[in-house]
Each structure stands twice: as structure tokens, then as C-alpha cells.
């Protein structure tokens, strides 16, 4: 039994990726590339986006990346002003880890938390596809322990907080509690663009809204649902690695 086993690992070989902060694999949809000069100002490319992320206004576009799902669409209506690359460099800094006073806070934050980060997933009410994202970083291919971060069961053991989902009515409460109960320094990762921006889904009687109408967000990272890539990027990018 064990030899058989032993011949399985030997022939299936190394599964885990190196990080690539650039490319990653083939057929992902990464940054979008914004050419205004070849723009008329039609505006399909904006009437076409499902979240507002793309705007147009007098042969001008206005893009936010939190709001993006990065799914191709507006490119697929105009190829002369848009297109999209497999960079998983997605994230970006909240508020108060932005310029010269957010490099000295995350220096202290790293000085403080040393060579590991324990992370909790909390879901706010999300479709699960994000979930699903972020569990693929603990299997082989992505191997998260490598790096020194690793998913704990209780706030009270955690870091970091990575949040999916719209931020929901009936679990705003728990939301609260969580953070409450997560030690300083806490971290905040909003994951994907319902928890980066809310406007996958429109206000209703059961929505809030977006993550940071409720907790302070230390990063986002935008996507429908963000790959494990980019979730790793998003990681390093918070901690000062690579
Ligand atoms: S990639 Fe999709 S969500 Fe992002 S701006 Fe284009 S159409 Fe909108
Ligand atoms: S961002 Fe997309 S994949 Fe993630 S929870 Fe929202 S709808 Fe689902």
C-alpha cells in the first residue's frame, strides 16, 4: 500500500506553482488597459458593464477597479480603447495603509505579527464562488502554509479577516462581533467585488452594501470571483512580501 503510494507522489511530481506576480496562468482575465486616445465616446463599453465599473464621459473613461468583476464584457463591445491582460496584480490599499504613513503602519503590523499571518474567512452572504477560490489556496497547487499563513477556526487566533460576500442584513450583526472579536492589530481583506464594492447586488431588503460601510478595509481584491492568484498577490502586497 505504501509503495503504491509512494509510486503515485514520485509520478505525479511537484504540483505546486511558483508565485508569478505577473502572469498567470493562461486564459485568466486580469488588468484592464485603458487606450482613451482611440476613444469616440459611444459609451457601449460602459452601457454593457453589469456594476457601473466603466463610465464615459466626453471621449473620457472612468474606471474603478473595486467595482470591476474583470469579465471581459466592455472589451468584447470595444477592442480599440480596451483590452485585458493575465496580470493577477489586482489588489489594492485601503485608506490607512496608503503613502508614507501606510508603509511605516505596515511595518509595524509586520514587525508585530513576524513571520506568519492566521487568517479567518468570514462570509457575509456571498454565492460561495469566492469561498470556493479562497479554499483552493490550501490545496497543493497554491500550498498557502509555505508562505507562513494559515487559516484558523476562531477570530480570537486571527490576523486578518478575509471577507466574501455582499454585506448582508441578517448576518451585519455577526460581521460586527467577528472584528470585535479578532485582536489589534486586525487586518481587513475584502474578497471580490461584492465585499470590494457591493454592486454585484443592488440594494434590496436584504443587502447593506459594500465591506467598507461597515469595517475599515486595510485591502481589496476586486474580481467575480478573484482567482487564488490573485488572492496570494493581494496577500503579499498586505505583509510587504515580494
Ligand atoms: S471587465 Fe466587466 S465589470 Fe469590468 S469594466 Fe469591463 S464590463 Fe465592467
Ligand atoms: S464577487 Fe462574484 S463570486 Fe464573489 S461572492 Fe460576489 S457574486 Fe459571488
Redesign the pocket.
Known amino acids: 500500500m505504501m509503495l503504491r503510494m509512494l509510486k503515485q507522489i514520485l509520478h505525479t511530481g511537484l504540483a505546486t506553482e511558483a508565485y508569478a506576480d505577473e502572469e498567470a496562468s493562461v486564459g485568466l482575465r486580469g488588468e484592464?488597459v485603458i487606450e482613451a486616445q482611440g476613444c469616440d465616446g459611444c459609451g457601449n463599453?460602459a452601457l454593457?458593464?453589469?456594476?457601473g465599473?466603466?463610465e464615459a464621459k466626453r471621449k473620457r473613461l472612468k474606471?474603478e477597479r473595486k467595482?470591476?468583476?474583470?469579465?471581459?464584457?466592455?472589451?468584447t463591445q470595444c477592442q480599440r480603447c480596451l483590452s485585458q491582460t493575465q496580470n493577477v496584480a489586482l489588489a489594492e490599499l485601503g485608506l490607512r495603509l496608503e503613502g508614507e504613513a501606510g508603509i511605516l503602519l505596515r511595518k509595524r503590523i509586520s514587525n508585530v505579527l513576524g513571520r506568519s499571518l492566521h487568517v479567518r474567512h468570514l462570509d457575509a452572504g456571498s454565492c460561495n464562488a469566492c469561498d470556493f477560490e479562497m479554499s483552493a489556496l490550501g490545496s497543493p497547487i497554491y500550498d498557502l502554509q509555505q508562505y507562513g499563513i494559515d487559516f484558523v477556526a476562531s477570530p480570537r487566533h486571527a490576523d486578518l479577516l478575509m471577507v466574501t460576500g455582499v454585506v448582508t442584513k441578517n448576518l451585519l450583526e455577526a460581521i460586527k462581533m467577528t472584528y470585535e472579536a479578532t485582536p489589534e492589530p486586525r487586518l481587513v481583506m475584502a474578497v471580490g467585488a461584492c465585499a470590494c464594492s457591493g454592486k454585484v447586488f443592488p440594494k434590496g431588503y436584504a443587502v447593506v452594501g459594500a465591506l467598507d460601510d461597515v469595517l475599515p478595509v486595510d485591502i481589496y481584491v476586486p474580481g467575480c470571483p478573484p482567482s487564488p492568484s490573485a488572492l496570494l498577490q493581494g496577500l503579499f502586497m498586505l505583509l510587504g512580501k515580494f
Open positions: 484592464l463599453c454593457n458593464c453589469p456594476t465599473a466603466l474606471w467595482k470591476c468583476l474583470f469579465c471581459g464584457l466592455c472589451v
